[in-house]
């Protein structure tokens, strides 16, 4: 039929189904605003609209209900080249950092300033209570509002959002507009699914129902002969290669125990079967037509279940190694089932897959017996956290076609250089013929580091020769997506009278769910990222994966470090309160400092031990613990109102910037004809900033406007070898390989303009913006572009960079929560929490706080309200954004505040060191000991719930 | 995949094209729950009640009067919405869904939850149907569902308290309850949450056992507790459900005869 209405200010007729989903009839208009996020579940909100004044999902509305009607996208606000007073306003504060759902906000909160224009807290909440937001944590849109609600009256008013720091640079430590803000705000193409042709076919999975089973029939060929599907592509016709889905450095320290199909399933949402078709709609009834029987087996859920001597195994494939072959092998392999393809070990990382342990270690420094007789109390309890979702709200998806004899693969992936090794490997071609484009990222979150969908999209571009596109659903996300692992840790503890820690003894136990990926390095983080918290001497730990099959885990923010810390938080203001000690005052006494060597840290490697014992070489946890105090006055009277008591909590937390003699990352540059700069960084910006950051060391180093550089990043083709975005490397090793690169250039610029000056190089130097200054004179970028370009010229000015270290740039901060717990109900209220966070240099001081709110949300999110929890048949039960309880702007802290706290680092450019991930470490334990200070109840089994207080109060 | 739109402007032709229809054809309100993927329609034929002119909310000689196709919203925004009934519209968390999801809709749709009606059965809310019927809200419930063209709140003024209990704030709800006092000083109590979470059927129910005990606090909580048969889910045990709906209300009780007491 056709349709009528206004668009934007324009009339449209449209010709489409009746009952068409609007959600896919804009976006297919090229109204890309106009975003997926839940599948139409009414969630997400990522597909706003105004119809008729009124703001609603499109993906809940069908075209005949637009008929006459009169629709608004984001797309309307703002003009070319002109944003909004509400988009400019999102800009300024800084919290734009992904922007998938940043269009529909801009609408939303155009809307609420429309109805209200000066609105109070709650009609913020209620405005965009539509909207999921993760990126962000909420808390910057206040000030959004409220600077867009001022411009109203004062176009011109102006407010700093965050402070700024190093009064000796020009532009590292000051605010500025994130460089691709604005391009995501106007919903311009800038993501996967922006880029994918209406020709191009699409993948849909079959997916097992049960959490382990053999498959023992699988017919497709009445699917096959549905018209319009190109390819179905099993086990039979897939290729037989082993491969990690980890995205890690090669060779990856994970077994290599799955294959693109096969005829084990291990968890529900295993891939049976995959579809290529040329419609949505003919993939679906093709699948319908895919006859498959399975024998179903017993399921192992948990860890007890996978370390019982008669558990059912996982992995029973022939055992191979690639080095280190271990003396039992053979024995290994006795029974080993061939139908199961091949697990293969690069090197040996404690994986017994006949034991279900998919990798496992010890680590050991000191006297363990002398330290615990040293002790005055000794203490031993068990942790337990559960299995939580990193909820990017573009969901995962990737774009493949031919060039000529080239695969070429737009991707939604935080790993662009694995993702073209991996896909390679599985394609059995050489990485040449492989061409990884990574756009812009709607969230990640560690999520995006593994490959999920690449290799069935590759392979099926590879084998039919068609553009296909592979775009996980919601549900998918939560079925057959990396998430965080499960783990259950026992510490002992022991101290002295006066709290001095003398001896911990951690054993970390993880459940990785069916495959290995990331199942030696995420749990031995565990340990690696809590304990050099509180250096003692003696120190004694071990780690080990289980398989299992609940829904596979993998990398998340944070890694391991959110449960290391969790326990040894926890078992800490245990001991304290045992030994009548106040918490934080405990804390202050054990904790690291700065110039500390950490020995334990020298026991721990990430598949390869650190070549030196690694040095603290700044830490600012003394102010952050004094400004923390002062802030949530720890020290003042608590509350009680009626039956809610008031508690407060403290954890200290860590992390990396990078992974010392593993990583590596590589910068080019070259000099525009006019003086100008185009930067190919490696580093793979999935939403944090890092394109901004590079910009801004670049600009800093050569003293010209960033304006000036344009950044390429993220493709394999086009911009130099990086390991990728994870690891909290971006700043530290993105930044430095293009500080080394923007040097290189440098003094190539200072040679050139003294030589056109005709004086000696040390007595010119670089000016802003943009000039050689000597004594006689000076002379311009362009003036020396254009001579070097001419015919008796250097040749245009390049340069290139190349980051490695040895060293350790560690990020410290601390959180301090404050809670209310209802003793009759079990209610929590979070009332404070404050993220404080050294960061060393912060590059850009308002997307730094952005990263902090955002990462403290997800953090609050698993500590309160998110789950993935199953049945007693293993079945996961929590399949969508409400079921699994993602939480929106009423969910965040009532007082919620994120505060930087610099130090000077000599690894990190600039003093720089990484924001993004340490964020996610310490509302847990922060958390827990509040409300175990408010009620009494010691919760040691995350996340934290009513009943489990209740429980805890003897109510129920 | 809904083929057919039809917009008729009466109520007869509404009925007709019902009747014409039939297995095929679904009332239309707003779509929010026809649309939805969770509760999406397996109909071809949807009759709009979109320019049926059922919109209008507006006092009838001390009775509210809302159309069945007011948006929650629309309620929430109405001067003359009891305090209650707007608490209750608000638990639909998210504005924009609030903005298209009808009052009927609400009542008609098979979904996990019903956050509205408890609210709506404790303020004894009438259901006028097509065809000249009005029938209480419990009886629509449970028998033939027909179409609904106004909820009419005999009494908006009672005293009426909501509540909702959920671990996020857009997440399931533990279980929602509703306490009324109406004018003859008779206690109503509703529930909702006492079904499987999935099953996409909220039953609520009225506790008219304990309405008729007439007592108080710890007496009252275990009253309510034994006759509520909540199930295990996501959302909690047994106990947990029992014990926490038993206190919220039986608070919510005391609370709301305060409040007639005041009224």
Redesign the interface.
């Known amino acids: 039929m056709t349709i009528s209405f206004i668009l934007n200010g324009r009339e449209q007729q449209l010709n489409c ?3 068409a ?1 609007m959600q896919q009839v804009l976006h297919g208009l090229g109204l890309h605003s106009v975003r997926n996020s839940d ?5 997400a ?1 990522s597909d ?1 609209i105004r119809v008729n004044g ?4 499109a ?4 075209a ?2 637009l008929e006459g009607a009169e629709v608004q996208t984001a797309e309307s606000l703002g003009t070319w080249q002109q944003l909004s007073l509400v988009q400019q306003a999102m800009i300024d504060v800084g919290v734009v950092q992904s922007g998938y759902n940043d269009p529909a906000m801009a609408l939303v909160i155009t809307d609420l300033l429309e109805r209200i224009p000066q609105p109070n807290r709650e009609q913020i909440n ?2 965009l ?2 909207v999921f937001h993760r990126d962000a944590g909420y808390q910057q849109f206040y000030d959004v509002v409220a600077l867009a609600s001022k411009r109203l009256q004062d176009p011109l008013y102006q407010q700093q959002y965050a402070p700024e720091f190093r009064d000796d640079l020009a532009i590292v430590g000051k605010n500025c507009a994130k460089i691709d803000a604005a391009k995501m705000l106007r919903a311009q193409p800038c993501y996967v699914e922006d880029r994918i042709p209406a020709n191009a076919c699409v993948v849909k999975m079959l997916r097992s129902p049960h959490p382990h089973a053999w498959i023992k029939h699988l017919d497709v060929s009445k699917a096959e002969a549905v018209a319009g599907v190109v390819t179905i592509i099993t086990h039979k016709n897939c290729p037989d290669i082993s491969y990690t889905p980890g995205g890690q450095s090669a060779p990856e320290p994970s077994p290599l125990d799955r294959r693109m199909f096969g005829l084990k399933m291990r968890h529900v949402g295993d891939r049976v079967a995959a579809v290529v078709a040329e419609s949505v709609e003919i993939a679906e009834q093709a699948l319908a037509l895919i006859e498959v029987e399975y024998d179903v087996l017993q399921p192992v859920m948990d860890i007890d279940q996978a370390l019982a001597v008669d558990a059912p195994i996982i992995h029973n494939e022939p055992i191979e190694y690639r080095c280190g072959e271990p003396a039992d092998l053979a024995e290994q392999n006795l029974n080993a089932d061939p139908r199961e393809g091949k697990l293969i070990v690069n090197f040996p990382i404690g994986c017994f897959p006949r034991k279900n342990i998919a990798a496992s270690v010890r680590g050991h420094i000191g006297d363990m017996e002398q330290g615990f007789a040293d002790a005055d109390v000794i203490i031993e309890r068990t942790y337990e956290s559960k299995q939580a979702q990193q909820l990017p709200v573009e969901t995962h998806i990737c774009y493949s076609y031919m060039d000529d004899d080239r695969l070429v693969l737009h991707d939604s992936t935080q790993v662009p250089w694995h993702v073209r090794r991996q896909v390679a490997n599985i394609l059995g071609v050489k990485q040449n013929k492989v061409h990884i484009v990574k756009e812009r990222v709607g969230g990640g979150y560690g999520s995006k580091q593994d490959i999920l969908l690449e290799d069935v999209c590759a392979w099926a571009t590879w084998t039919t020769g068609r553009p296909v596109y592979f775009h996980h659903t919601r549900e998918e996300e939560f079925i057959c997506n990396s998430s965080r692992h499960v783990a259950k840790v026992t510490v002992k503890l022991g101290a002295k009278k006066d709290g001095t820690i003398t001896a911990i003894d951690m054993d970390f136990k993880a459940n990785t769910g069916p495959y290995g990926n990331h199942a030696l390095t995420v749990p031995c983080n565990g340990p690696a990222l809590s304990l050099p918290l509180y250096p003692c001497d003696n120190v004694d730990f071990r780690v080990t994966t289980y398989y299992s099959n609940i829904c596979p885990t993998g990398a998340y923010q944070g890694y391991g470090a959110p449960k290391g810390n969790f326990a040894l938080t926890m078992i800490m203001a245990e001991l304290a309160e045992q030994l009548g000690i106040d918490h934080l005052d405990m804390v202050e006494k054990n904790r690291v400092v700065e110039g500390q060597e950490l020995k334990i840290l020298g026991a721990i490697g990430e598949g390869k031990a650190p070549t030196s014992v690694p040095k603290v070489h700044s830490c600012a946890l003394e102010p952050i613990l004094k400004i923390g105090r002062d802030m949530i006055e720890w020290d003042s009277p608590k509350t009680q109102d009626g039956d809610w008591a008031t508690g407060r909590g403290v954890a200290i937390i860590q992390q990396k910037s990078g992974i010392p003699d593993i990583d590596q990352a590589n910068c080019s540059m070259q000099m525009a004809s006019d003086g100008t700069f185009i930067v190919h960084s490696g580093g793979a910006d999935i939403g944090t900033g890092l394109d901004t950051v590079i910009n801004k060391l670049v600009a800093e180093v050569l003293c010209c406007p960033m304006s000036d550089i344009t950044i390429h990043s993220g493709d394999t083709d086009h911009t130099p070898f990086d390991k990728g975005a994870y690891a909290s490397s971006g700043t530290c090793f993105s930044g430095n390989a293009a500080k080394i690169a923007a040097e290189a250039m440098q003094a190539k610029i200072l040679a050139c303009g003294a030589e056109m000056l005709g004086e000696p190089v040390d007595q010119v130097k670089l000016v802003a913006p943009g000039v050689v200054k000597g004594l006689s004179g000076q002379v311009g970028y362009g003036e020396i572009a254009h001579k070097a370009e001419s015919g008796t010229g250097w040749g245009q000015l390049l340069a290139s960079g190349c980051y490695t270290t040895s060293e350790f740039a560690f990020p410290y901060g601390a959180n301090f929560a404050e809670v209310a717990v209802n003793r ?3 209610e929590i209220k979070l009332n404070k929490f404050y993220a404080l966070l050294d960061c060393g240099t912060p590059v850009n001081p308002d997307l730094a706080l952005g990263q902090i709110y955002g990462a403290s949300m997800r953090a609050i ?1 698993h500590s ?3 789950e993935i ?1 199953y049945n007693e048949q293993g079945i996961p ?2 399949r ?4 699994y ?7 965040i802290p009532f007082d919620f505040k994120a505060v930087l706290v610099p130090s000077d680092d000599p690894v990190g450019p600039y003093g720089a060191k990484s924001i993004s991930e340490i964020g996610v470490n310490g509302a847990a334990p922060a958390i827990a000991s509040a409300i175990h200070d408010a009620c009494g109840v010691w919760l040691r089994d995350w996340h934290f ?3 489990k207080i ?1 429980a805890g109060l003897n ?2 | 995949m809904i083929e057919h739109y039809f917009r008729p402007k009466t109520v007869s032709e509404a009925l007709q094209l019902m009747d014409k229809h039939q297995a095929n054809a679904t009332w239309f309100g707003s779509g929010s729950k026809l649309n939805a993927t969770p509760t999406k329609t397996v109909k071809t034929v949807a009759i709009s009640l979109s320019d049926m002119k059922l919109n209008q909310i507006e006092q009838v000689q001390g009775e509210l009067h809302i159309g069945a196709t007011c948006s929650l919203q629309s309620i929430i925004d109405h001067e003359l919405t009891p305090d209650a009934l707007k608490q209750a519209a608000a638990f639909v968390y998210s504005r924009h869904v609030r903005n298209q999801a009808s009052i009927a809709g609400e009542i008609a749709a098979m979904q996990d939850e019903a956050v509205v009606v408890p609210a709506l059965i404790a303020l004894n809310a009438q259901l006028q149907l097509a065809g000249d019927l009005t029938v209480g809200i419990e009886e629509y419930l449970s028998s033939d569902r027909g179409l609904i063209l106004k909820v009419i709140i005999p009494e908006p003024k009672c005293a009426c308290l909501t509540h909702t209990l959920r671990r996020s704030a857009a997440g399931h709800a533990v279980f929602t309850a509703a306490v009324a006092v109406d004018a003859a000083g008779n206690t109503i109590i509703a529930l909702d949450g006492m079904n499987t979470l999935g099953e996409r059927q909220a039953k609520p129910i009225r506790l008219t056992d304990v309405e008729k005990l007439n007592l108080t606090e710890e007496a009252l909580e275990q009253a309510i507790s034994k006759s509520i048969f909540p199930v295990e889910d996501i959302r909690g045990s047994v106990a947990y459900k029992r014990y926490i709906c038993s206190i919220v209300i039986s608070d919510l009780v005391a609370e709301c005869k305060q409040l007639a007491g005041r009224a």
Do not use: C, H, W, Y
């Open positions: 189904a009746i009952g989903n599948d139409g579940f009414g969630f909100g706003v009124t703001l609603v999902n993906s809940l509305l069908i005949a209900q209620d405005a209570s539509g009759r109900t079990g999110g309160l309200f998110e929890i039960q929590t969508d954004l409400k079921t309880g993602a939480p929106m702007i009423d969910d719930t009513p009943e209740l109510k129920l």
